[in-house]
């Protein structure tokens, strides 16, 4: 009577709305004190089972924001890498934005959702923040050459010429063993430089990086590789 199935398999199951919102009442009447520490506990079995979502939610309900955020973090090259850019927009709102100066990926990941989003002046914004907390933290070379693949996605999106980037030749691109997300990143660079060589009218080098490109974003399985190649 109160229980109802949420998946086909029949293997989770919620309470009927009305008797979970009563359920909610009487414990937030009861026993107040102990409702964030439910949702702690919650948060931290949903983060170690797989569903991040509810994990954020619960990390906020339960008045942890920096908790939140680290896990929003970790999540992030994926969210992005598979294109659930929505998801990403919608999550962000939710961490507290002084939480992002601390955790540099949640800038990089956000920046990436908002420039396919077609959201061209927060994205800036957010791509001079990440640049900040960059100059702040003494920043990882991993993490500069994102910097600077995110900076050529910025200019391919929005139509800048790569004229102004000297130093995009010289921007190796990785093809070792790496993180998918990684792979995601070497692709869009290896799409800049292909770029840059068609506005330069060299045809057969912007055919090989535009190859390159195309392989690395397989490898990272990278469902925005189209907007690239």
Not at 166 to 174: G, K, M, R, T, V
Request: proline letters at 4%; one cysteine or more; a negative charge.
């Amino acid at each position: 009577l109160f229980l109802r199935s949420i998946d086909v398999e029949h293997r989770w199951f919620k309470y009927h709305s009305i008797f979970s919102d009563y359920l909610a009442a009487q414990l937030a009447r009861t026993e107040p004190h102990i409702v964030r520490d439910l949702h702690a506990t919650a948060a931290h079995w949903f983060r170690d089972h797989g569903y991040q979502e509810d994990a954020i939610y619960h990390s906020i309900e339960a008045g942890k924001p920096e908790l939140a955020a680290e896990i929003l973090a970790d999540w992030i090259p994926d969210l992005v890498r598979t294109a659930r850019l929505r998801a990403v927009e919608r999550l962000a709102k939710m961490v507290p934005r002084q939480a992002f100066e601390k955790h540099p990926m949640l800038l990089w990941g956000h920046t990436w959702a908002l420039l396919f989003l077609n959201q061209p002046e927060p994205a800036h914004q957010s791509l001079m923040e990440f640049e900040q907390s960059l100059q702040k933290a003494g920043s990882h070379p991993d993490m500069v050459t994102s910097l600077l693949v995110l900076k050529c996605a910025e200019a391919l999106i929005t139509d800048q010429s790569y004229c102004n980037f000297p130093w995009l030749d010289s921007l190796a691109i990785e093809t070792g063993d790496m993180a998918k997300h990684r792979c995601f990143e070497m692709n869009a660079l290896a799409n800049a430089k292909a770029i840059s060589r068609l506005e330069k009218g060299l045809f057969t080098e912007a055919k090989e990086f535009a190859l390159l490109g195309e392989s690395l974003a397989a490898r990272g399985e990278a469902a925005c590789r189209g907007a690239y190649s």
